[in-house]
């Protein structure tokens, strides 16, 4: 997928750790989101930013934290893993104005807590 | 709060028929997405669709948008094994925010 890299692709946790996902873009994209995808839901929003130094909640945040120092990178952190994180984590790149507002998407981390 | 919606969940179809999805959504917008994803693997954008009466083709696939009715259909052509897959419409609301919402997705399978 165009430019966005997330790591790592799949990953067992016991619960309890903490963990970091990571999603980098080379794209210069303003916009950096999280959703997390589990069967018959769809992808649900965690977390996302619009630019560096600004992030919002999505719809379902609780038990992650993310911070955006710069425009390349927007971690997701998993500070005490619990089983219902168990899913896939896509990250999503977009960019601004009508010309840049494709959408798109890392290859997704795989993410099983035990 | 933006709501999503898609139609039919799941959708089983014969080779060589034409079939169409849903997508409607609950606020103003006038940026919405189309997107393909196989099992195991991430989206692939099909189609970005940004002003009212706006239509793209590729294919097979025919996709359009009716921001007055908060409506986009997603048309298939006489389907084909290979267009198997989920397919996902999200939404920008035009409310400032830029959250990109996503309706829970269409199983299609075609059946030979």
């Known amino acids: 997928n165009a430019g966005v890299t997330q790591t790592p692709k799949f990953q067992v946790l016991k619960t309890g750790q903490s963990m970091t996902l990571q999603c980098a873009q080379d794209m210069n994209h303003e916009y950096m989101s999280w959703y997390r995808q589990d069967p018959g839901m769809g992808l649900r929003l965690i977390h996302y930013?619009?630019?560096?130094?600004?992030?919002d909640q999505g719809e379902v945040p609780n038990g992650y934290n993310v911070s955006r120092s710069t425009t390349e990178d927007f971690p997701l952190r998993l500070l005490s893993a619990a089983p219902s994180q168990t899913s896939v984590y896509f990250c999503a790149v977009r960019g601004q104005g009508s010309m840049n507002t494709e959408a798109f998407f890392g290859q997704g981390t795989r993410l099983t807590v035990v | 709060e933006l709501k999503v919606e898609q139609n039919p969940l799941f959708l089983s179809m014969q080779e060589g028929k034409n079939y169409t999805i849903y997508c409607n959504y609950s606020?103003?917008?006038?940026?919405l997405y189309w997107y393909r994803q196989d099992p195991g693997k991430s989206l692939e954008s099909l189609f970005v669709l940004l002003s009212n009466g706006a239509v793209k083709q590729e294919g097979r696939l025919m996709a359009s948008l009716d921001t007055k009715a908060r409506l986009s259909t997603l048309h298939i052509t006489a389907a084909v094994h290979d267009l198997s897959a989920t397919y996902f419409c999200?939404?920008?609301?035009?409310?400032?925010?830029?959250?990109?919402?996503f309706g829970t997705g269409t199983r299609l399978t075609i059946i030979p």
């Open positions: 999200a939404v920008v609301s035009n409310f400032g925010n830029e959250k990109l919402t």
């Open positions: 930013s619009v630019g560096a130094g600004i992030t």
């Open positions: 606020t103003t917008s006038d940026r």
